[in-house]
């Protein structure tokens, strides 16, 4: 068992398991926690491969949109102290909104999947944070600096406003609070079977180095923001988009 622990939700597919493989690369033990048992246990045996530590990576099976099951991952922490508090669960949610009774559940669903679930999950482990030094991250989207995405841009940019308070919370007891703002990242489940040739080629195109984003080009961010070179950095949004979406 190290001494740093980290949690990440949504730590089964794509940027969460790519930020769990970079946090457990750079010594944490990480609790990747998600709906899905059998994605997680896959990216953990992974992990725990990679890096060569049996210990490195545990999981934990809960729906943070629930408090119950939010309480789980407080029952797998253990009363150890926690360093690093990822929040990256979350997604586009569709849905019919031809009536109000469809756009009044099409909204709630997104604002459940994006916001509320980093809100439950932070509060619940907000007690166990390591002071001084304690890390939270939340995993925004370019949506939310350029809207584009109805329902999912207004959740996201919701993280940005939290972001500040908790930030302005949690600064006096040197606990740093950051947002994290994706561009396109290619090679994750985010589009589903949605996304084909034509449109990948317009978001490569959109941005100013004429490629898609990876999962590990948002782990690096996170890996940065949740080391000890960050600890003058907190209530920020640091994009990492390409130079599709410009600093602001």
Not at 49 to 61: F, Q, S
Not at 170 to 181: A, D, R, Y
Not at 205 to 221: K, M, Q, S
Not at 236 to 246: E, F, I, K, R
């Amino acid at each position: 068992m190290g001494e740093r622990l980290a949690v990440v939700s949504g730590g089964g597919t794509g940027i969460g398991a790519a930020v769990a493989r970079g946090l457990a690369a750079d010594g944490f033990d990480v609790l990747v926690v998600g709906r899905r048992v059998e994605p997680l246990r896959a990216t953990a045996e992974r992990i725990r491969a990679e890096v060569g530590r049996e210990d490195a990576v545990g999981v934990v099976t809960a729906d943070l949109t629930d408090p119950e099951q939010t309480a789980g991952v407080v029952a797998a922490v253990g009363g150890r102290p926690v360093d690093v508090v990822v929040n990256n669960a979350g997604g586009y949610l569709g849905g019919d909104t031809t009536d109000l009774t469809g756009m009044a559940a099409h909204w709630r669903a997104n604002l459940d999947a994006n916001v509320l679930t980093a809100v439950l999950l932070t509060e619940a482990l907000r007690p166990a944070l390591r002071r001084p030094g304690g890390r939270v991250l939340l995993i925004s989207s370019i949506a939310a600096q350029r809207g584009g995405g109805g329902a999912y841009s207004a959740a996201k940019a919701a993280l940005h406003g939290w972001a500040y308070d908790l930030a302005g919370q949690l600064g006096p007891e040197q606990i740093t609070v950051n947002v994290v703002s994706p561009g396109y990242v290619a090679d994750t489940e985010f589009f589903g079977d949605r996304m084909t040739p034509e449109g990948h080629a317009k978001r490569v195109a959109a941005t100013l180095v004429g490629r898609a984003g990876e999962p590990d080009d948002i782990a690096a961010a996170v890996r940065y923001l949740a080391g000890p070179s960050a600890g003058y950095v907190t209530g920020q949004v640091l994009g990492v988009n390409g130079g599709s979406v410009l600093g602001r």
